[in-house]
C-alpha cells in the first residue's frame, strides 16, 4: 500500500456510518456516569 497511491484498488478502505455514531457518543456518557455502563 502505497500513501500516493489513493486510488490503487489493493488499498485499505474505511467506512463510517451514521448508524456508527451513538456508539462512541454512549460509550462517553457512560464514561462521564450519565448511563449506566452495565
Known amino acids: ?12 478502505r474505511f467506512l463510517l456510518s451514521k448508524g456508527h455514531g451513538p456508539t462512541p457518543y454512549c460509550a462517553a456518557l457512560a464514561a462521564k456516569g450519565f448511563l449506566d455502563p452495565a
Open 1 to 12: 500500500m502505497n500513501p500516493r497511491r489513493p486510488d490503487d484498488p489493493e488499498r485499505d
